[in-house]
């Protein structure tokens, strides 16, 4: 082989699709460094893990992860601890793990990465600070491996100015900072150049953007003038909260084709106890009729949503408000959770009786088993039709099957060969299942 081999960087994403994002973000920052992305640490130089700081169990996987990982030091490797907690604990992190992490930073200092990781070869580096709009620099994210992607993910946002009670991410992620539309339209338009077909647009609260920015675009503005970048095939986005999501957003539904028939609409709780003191400024009608009239505008549109079970004082009443709000909807899938007290948050002051542990978990069950069935009908209703499939490429278990998903965000399998990748198919649904479907190509 030519030249000096590369340097490996493994990274190991804890939480959320913003995550997932940065990771991505800090493989590509340092690929400039002549880094590569290994699945294995025992053979990286350098061992990052990405946290997440939403639930409580985040943070039980970190303390293994660094006790699996922490005799790798030996043989010359760094390890390093980014994200939420390395945002809200960071200063605890660096203590605690002071003869196992070498670097701990957060969510702010991923575009410099570089630097930071410079940095670590000779001292421990600790960097948690929040950054404000005039030091913050989205940093434009074409991976220079992009080429073959199919989908891409674009920040247009980060932090939030929201204050649900039970959420620690404005402590994590700080306040709400719209990224320029131009940069947003300039990365959308490089990303459709290298061949990405479909565009998810990614923040904490996306239907707030551009607001609190004089002569800014607002979210609808936004994606209109995302689906006028010539070649752009699909826009998703995530995440909304109902409060926000406005007449413009729904009208979008009715004009643009790109937009996908598919919305995640995190409602929390079918409760209206529960949502006043969640804060989250909406009632379970208003959250119906928005429901209604996003179907309105889109008759196809599937809805997936955000549950938490057992949050401080929820009686079985209310929780039998959110098992008939799941009936109302349905929805074609949810992540639910049991409620997790996160330090700082004002959940945590309330002086409401928590619910016990078993209660929450038969709730959560009882939940997550019902949702099953919705989803498996919902899917089944699908055999015998025709639907478009954006395929992203082979299956993971067979080289023969082709993966994607439907416009509705439902992953479909079908045989096929890889020439299909990055095309949108018309394939005929054969079998549904709880979380996928199976199909055949119908001009095969
Ligand atoms: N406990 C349980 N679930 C939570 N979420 C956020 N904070 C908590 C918490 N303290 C869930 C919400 C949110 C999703 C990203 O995580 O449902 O929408
Ligand atoms: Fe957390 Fe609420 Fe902001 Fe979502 S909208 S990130 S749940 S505070």
Known sequence: MDGPSPKKVYIKTFGCQMNEYDSGKMVALLSRDGYVRVEDPDQADLILVNTCSVREKPEHKLRSFIGEVKHLREGGAKIGIAGCMAQHAGDALFRRYRKDVDLVFGPDQVPQVRDLVERAATERVLENTFLDAAEYAFVRDVAPDGAGQVTAFVTIQKGCDNKCTFCIVPHT???????????????VRALVAQGVREITL??????????KVAGELNFAQLLYAVA?????????????????MGA?????????????????????????????RMKRFYRRDDYLRLVDDLRAARP?????TDIIVGFPGETDDDFEQTLSLMEAVPFDGAFSFKYSPRPGTPALRMKDTPV????????????????????????????????????E??????????????????????????ELTGQTVPVQVLRGFTNSLRGERLDA
């Open 228 to 244: 006028a970048v010539p070649g752009v095939g699909r826009i998703r986005y995530t995440t909304s909260h109902p409060r926000d």
């Open 356 to 391: 016990p542990e078993p209660v929450k978990k038969e709730r959560l069950a009882r939940y997550q088993k019902r949702q099953q069935e919705l989803q498996l009908a919902s899917n089944r209703a699908l055999e015998g039709r025709t639907v478009d499939v954006l395929v």
């Open 173 to 187: 992620r700080g306040a709400e900072l719209s990224r320029p539309s131009g940069q947003i339209l300039e990365e």
């Open 202 to 211: 990614i923040g904490q609260n996306v239907n707030s953007y551009g607001l």
């Open 300 to 304: 196809d549109l599937s809805l997936t």
């Open 393 to 418: 490429g082979p299956s993971k278990w067979d080289p023969a099957v082709m993966c994607g998903r439907t416009s509705t965000f439902k992953t479909l399998n079908f045989p096929g060969g890889t």
């Open 248 to 276: 413009d957003v729904v009208q979008a539904y009715r004009d643009l084709p790109q937009l996908t028939s598919h919305l995640h609409l995190p409602v929390q709780s079918g409760s209206d106890r529960v949502l006043r």
